[in-house]
């Protein structure tokens, strides 16, 4: 089991949930983003300890309901502090850190409802690309990142 807490913005109230599911283990630096109005969110990595993670998973805020995502992350090296964002269509994942890496890689991943399952695609882009980083921030704006 694990706990959500959120904070109604209009009413100043906290607000706890307990969910049901296969929650993700104790960790930092893990990131999520919003997949649907719905609520519902795609948690990706993060570490803990010496322990780097490249696994993911679904959070339903309707049902307060964890499901790991069991198929394709592992394509993904194990990360921290890598930047995460969605454009309305797909995820974008770009940089992090593990204990011995830093990373300049870049992936899309598109969820496909229906089938429960993430499609991973590396993308390789052209021109001058941003050097290794970790700990930086991304946004989306007019489909560019």
Not at 75 to 97: C, W
Request: aromatic share 16%; charged share 25%; with cysteine.
């Amino acid at each position: 089991m694990s706990i959500v807490d959120g904070l109604d913005f209009k009413s100043g109230q906290w607000q706890r949930k307990f969910c049901t599911g296969e929650a993700p283990s104790t960790r930092s630096s893990m990131q999520n983003v919003e997949l649907s109005s719905r609520g519902l969110y795609l948690f990706f990595g993060g570490y803990y300890v010496e322990e780097y993670f490249n696994d993911a998973y679904l959070l339903d805020l309707s049902s307060f309901e964890w499901k790991k995502i069991s198929s394709g992350m592992a394509e993904i090296s194990k990360r921290s502090y890598f930047s995460m964002v969605f454009d309305g269509e797909s995820t974008y994942i770009y940089g992090g850190r593990n204990r011995t890496d830093i990373f300049d890689d870049l992936y899309k991943i598109a969820y496909a409802s229906e089938s429960k399952k993430l499609i991973i695609e590396p993308i390789v882009a052209i021109g001058d690309k941003p050097s290794e980083m970790f700990g930086h921030t991304a946004i989306i704006s007019k489909r560019s990142m």
